[in-house]
């Protein structure tokens, strides 16, 4: 843990700075874009978008969440989409207008162009792109999800409300405070009448406090239902993990690596972001609250923590931690070599596709692409690897 933390706590020196882009293409919802690259970052990095809570500001939401230390750490580009008053009086994106949440038009477009801009510019990995967000942001997150799967590899819906929930402004408040009772097949059809033909789903964490009053605990719960419905899993977990902060983690479709669903429940948490400054994880404000690290976690589970150059801002774990700077492990023909999945993918037994590592030669799905999973690799014959579950 005092390894994780140390990491966590010493991000690279940078000179990068948070800058607004004027001009990102189509913007029928009339948003404000900054971005944030840190120095010398390669091509093909992950992106991740945010939204911001209501009454907050992207400047804020990058001085608190905790992502811009992760983006150094792991080597991530990030967008954060602002809204204008003009648009709505409290800053809040307007999840329950359904002009702002259907594919192609108002807010949803918007920030569909800030990923199209930032991808081609940047030189980014349109397959590694995801979305956070808080509260009416992290309302628009389950929209832009389901509006744009084919756009967004994953995201994490924050404080947030199921897709769906409302259609006008009064709408609004009812599923905010008490929620809306809903079956997880009625909530998944809400989903599925926005999904575009052919599109694959994409991997879903979600955050809430069970003492958020201001976006009542329901919600969490309903967005979890809903994403496993269209996920076609169980309704009960397939494992659970007590993490920092009184935080218990339920994986659905899957274990931590390769759950399609994460449910992140912070005990006695009210609404907010959950950070974790004494570990280098963003700062505490109204409505960052000091629990535990959001930001590491949900990147962990997307498969981007620990992906650029320097070393995974990962969560604290209660085990050892390993980094991608182990040396070379790599044996002739017949030996069994065991790494994480970083390194396995670095030295190359195994390869990247869309935040998965997958064995050379085999194709065998080692789990997610980064430090956290380790995994034993055996060449049976040159340069065809297969996982060996054992153990070397």
Request: aromatic content about 8%; charged content about 15%.
């Given at each position: 843990m005092a390894v994780a933390a140390l990491v966590v706590a010493a991000p690279r020196a940078s000179a990068a700075e948070l800058a607004p882009v004027p001009s990102f293409?189509?913007?029928?919802?009339?948003?404000?874009?900054?971005?944030?690259v840190p120095d010398g970052l390669s091509r093909g990095a992950?992106?991740?978008?945010?939204?911001?809570?209501?009454?907050?500001?992207a400047a804020a939401y990058h001085r608190h969440s905790g992502w811009a230390e992760q983006a150094e750490e792991s080597g991530l580009a990030l967008v954060y989409a602002e809204q204008k008053t003009a648009n709505n009086s409290s800053?809040?994106?307007?999840?329950?207008?359904?002009?702002?949440?259907?594919?192609?038009?108002?807010e949803a477009r918007s920030v569909a162009s800030m990923v199209e801009h930032a991808?081609?510019?940047?030189?980014?990995?349109?397959?590694?792109?995801?979305?956070?967000?808080?509260?009416?942001?992290?309302?628009?997150?389950?929209e832009l999800l389901a509006a744009y799967p084919d756009l967004f590899a994953g995201g994490s819906i924050v404080a947030g409300v199921p897709v769906g929930c409302a259609s006008g402004m009064l709408d609004a408040f009812t599923c905010m405070n008490p929620g809306k009772t809903q079956t997880p097949q009625e909530w998944g059809d809400r989903v599925r009448a926005k999904l575009p033909d052919g599109a694959g789903l994409p991997r879903v964490a979600v955050w809430h406090g069970t003492a958020d009053h201001?976006?009542?605990?329901?919600?969490?719960?309903?967005?979890?239902?809903?994403?496993?419905?269209?996920?076609?899993?169980?309704?009960?977990?397939d494992g659970t993990e007590n993490l920092p902060g009184s935080t218990t983690a339920e994986y659905y479709g899957g274990g931590a690596a390769d759950a399609a669903v994460a449910?992140?429940?912070?005990?006695?948490?009210?609404h907010g972001t959950p950070v974790d400054p004494s570990?280098?994880?963003?700062?505490?404000?109204?409505?960052?609250?000091?629990?535990?690290?959001?930001?590491?976690?949900?990147?962990?589970?997307?498969?981007?923590?620990?992906?650029?150059?320097?070393?995974?801002?990962?969560?604290?774990?209660?085990?050892?931690?390993?980094?991608?700077?182990?040396?070379?492990?790599e044996g002739p023909s017949g030996e069994c070599v065991t790494a994480n999945n970083h390194v396995h993918v670095i030295e190359g037994r195994a390869e990247h596709r869309l935040g998965h590592a997958y064995a050379l030669g085999s194709g065998d799905l080692l789990g997610l692409w980064n430090t956290a999973v380790r995994t034993?690799?055996?060449?049976?014959?040159?340069?065809?690897?297969?996982l060996t579950p054992g153990g070397c």
């Open positions: 293409g189509p913007n029928p919802g009339n948003l404000s874009m900054y971005e944030y992950p992106l991740v978008v945010l939204l911001h809570g209501c009454s907050q500001d800053r809040c994106f307007n999840w329950f207008e359904p002009g702002d949440v259907a594919r192609g038009s108002g991808v081609a510019q940047r030189g980014l990995d349109a397959d590694r792109v995801h979305v956070s967000g808080l509260s009416a942001g992290g309302a628009m997150t389950g201001t976006v009542a605990t329901a919600n969490g719960q309903a967005s979890v239902a809903q994403w496993g419905n269209v996920w076609g899993l169980s309704t009960s977990p449910y992140f429940s912070v005990a006695g948490m009210g570990s280098g994880c963003g700062t505490a404000g109204a409505h960052f609250l000091d629990t535990v690290c959001s930001t590491g976690y949900t990147a962990q589970f997307w498969g981007v923590a620990g992906t650029g150059d320097g070393e995974p801002a990962d969560p604290p774990d209660e085990g050892p931690t390993e980094g991608p700077t182990e040396g070379p492990t034993s690799l055996t060449e049976t014959s040159a340069g065809h690897w297969e």
